[in-house]
């Protein structure tokens, strides 16, 4: 092995580390979700949308959860869902 291959290997992986360190530095400054927001889909109208969370213990959490202006509330957790009665948006 000649030096101008020993060379040429020494600059094939400075310059690989160089590209995974500015990957690095690139998703460290755009934050971690930002190969998510390629990923979104562009429409912007949802049906479905998650108004609140509240978080009852470790194994539990209540939900309330907006569909075509009906607000329900959900319980989830310990391998289960229990849905409650459909409310309308506007009321309280």
Known sequence: M???EFLR???ALA???GLVGLGAVVLRRYGPDALARFGRPMKTD???TVVETLVLDPSRRLVLVACDGEERLLLLGEGQVVPSAATPKGRG
């Open 9 to 11: 290997a020494i600059f």
């Open 2 to 4: 000649d030096i101008a």
């Open 46 to 48: 949802r049906r479905l």
């Open 15 to 17: 310059l690989t580390l």
